[in-house]
């Protein structure tokens, strides 16, 4: 079951922040985010394992709700650095375990 | 220090012509996964490899076939190529099968279809 991603793009300037949500209809185990610049292959920034957790690094950080089956993704004071599209890649039991991945938010920050 | 490596970058083939994309990892991981992405759209879980063990999800079309002759390498062929597998081809390992690990991505083999 694909995750439902939102919003689908955002537009921010340098040092603004932004809320990433990823939300599935079903139970899920674990969440991982990737973000992806044009042309280049996904890049890993966290997973975040059922038990219900935050995890942050640096500017970066997720958190996982199990009961509402959702994780949003924060990230502070943004850098021109930022920009790419998101993806949250869910595990619910499904697909023999493997990722599915929603239709990304796209982020884009200007100076 | 490249860990998933894939080839070519770039791909063209004619309609209806077979193409293999390759893929080869130094992380001696266990499970290969390949995902097919159109432009502005999601990763698409094609099939994936647990060792040996070949899963092909439900709706990946049966032009579409995967072969693994070693933990190394892993190679994506498409029998005949239709306009619509114009896509990016993106290979991924991890050390484990399901979502407990990162998956570590290739930087993609981008086709286009003549």
């Known amino acids: 079951q694909q995750p439902v991603q939102s919003p689908q793009a955002v537009i921010l300037r340098e040092g603004e922040d932004a809320v990433i949500n990823c939300s599935s209809s079903?139970?899920?185990?674990?969440v991982h985010w990737y973000r992806q610049k044009h042309g280049e292959a996904p890049v890993f920034l966290m997973i975040?394992?059922?038990?219900?957790e935050q995890k942050g690094h640096d500017k970066i950080s997720a958190s996982f709700n199990e009961k509402k089956q959702q994780s949003s993704l924060y990230l502070t004071a943004s850098q021109l650095s930022y920009s790419g599209t998101y993806f949250c890649?869910?595990?619910?039991?499904?697909?023999?375990?493997?990722?599915?991945f929603g239709k990304g938010t796209k982020l884009s920050v200007k100076p | 220090d490249a860990m998933v490596i894939q080839n070519p970058r770039y791909q063209v083939t004619q309609f209806g012509k077979p193409v293999t994309l390759s893929c080869s990892q130094t992380l001696n991981h266990n499970v290969m996964y390949w995902y097919q992405q159109k432009s502005s759209q999601a990763p698409k879980l094609l099939f994936h490899?647990?060792?040996?063990?070949?899963?092909n999800e439900a709706d990946t079309p049966d032009n579409f076939q995967s072969r693994r002759p070693n933990t190394s390498f892993c190679f994506l062929d498409i029998r005949s190529p239709g306009l619509g597998d114009a896509a990016m081809y993106l290979c991924?390992?991890?050390?484990?099968?399901?979502?407990?690990?990162?998956?570590?991505f290739g930087s993609g083999t981008q086709l286009s279809v003549l």
């Open positions: 890649g869910t595990e619910d039991g499904g697909s023999q375990g493997n990722l599915i």
């Open positions: 991924a390992t991890s050390g484990r099968r399901g979502g407990r690990e990162k998956l570590f």
């Open positions: 079903k139970a899920l185990y674990s």
């Open positions: 975040l394992l059922k038990g219900g």
């Open positions: 490899y647990y060792d040996k063990d070949f899963n």
